[in-house]
């Protein structure tokens, strides 16, 4: 609606027009995602224990206030470099097809190691993640992830039910505890 009134009141002295928006999220809330003590061991024990970048994916529930659980974390099949990481198209496809229905429908995190690099996404990470994206139902979604050795990190979260991208700074990391805290 504000584009559309900020259009009917413009004048026009070009062929072009140029619209600027604030696509921040004014929402002070940020939202969770959650990780299992275990799934979060076992990530970033992968992350230290490699001198090469690794990937992995993740079980992720939605819980009822918007929050997103992970609950493990599983290695897939994959060619490793130190600046690079791919599934291996052989194996990769037999090996998701392989995971109950229970597992594989709620594969829904996707994250891998930058090792010492920053942990921003590649051209590749990008590809990736819109060939992921294309794969989904409308009222599906997913979250990306990028960590190194220093814990540094990136994080996305499409969320497509919503039509909403969350970013890092939308979004707060932690570990669910047995008691219901976090930490």
């Not at 529930?61 to 918007?66: I, K, P, T, V, W």
């Not at 490793?80 to 791919?86: F, L, S, Y």
């Not at 995190?109 to 090792?115: I, N």
């Not at 920053?118 to 139902?137: E, F």
């Amino acid at each position: 609606i504000e584009f559309k009134n900020n259009l009917l009141g413009m004048r026009f002295d070009s062929e072009k027009i140029t619209y600027t928006a604030n696509t921040k999220l004014e929402n002070k809330n940020k939202v969770q995602v959650l990780f299992r003590p275990e799934a979060y061991c076992k990530m970033t024990t992968l992350i230290k224990s490699c001198d090469k970048e690794i990937a992995w994916h993740g079980i992720v529930d939605r819980l009822e206030n918007g929050a997103y659980l992970i609950s493990d974390i599983m290695m897939y099949p994959q060619e490793i470099t130190g600046a690079t990481v791919t599934s291996n198209d052989e194996k990769y496809p037999m090996w998701l097809m392989q995971q109950p229905d229970e597992i594989f429908n709620r594969i829904r995190f996707q994250g891998h190691s930058h090792v010492n690099f920053g942990a921003t996404p590649s051209g590749v990470d990008t590809t990736l993640y819109n060939n992921m994206l294309q794969t989904l139902s409308e009222d599906d979604f997913y979250i990306f992830f990028i960590m190194n050795k220093k814990a540094e990190y990136w994080i996305q979260i499409y969320n497509l039910a919503e039509n909403t991208v969350y970013e890092k700074d939308d979004i707060e990391l932690a570990i669910l505890l047995q008691s219901g805290e976090t930490m």
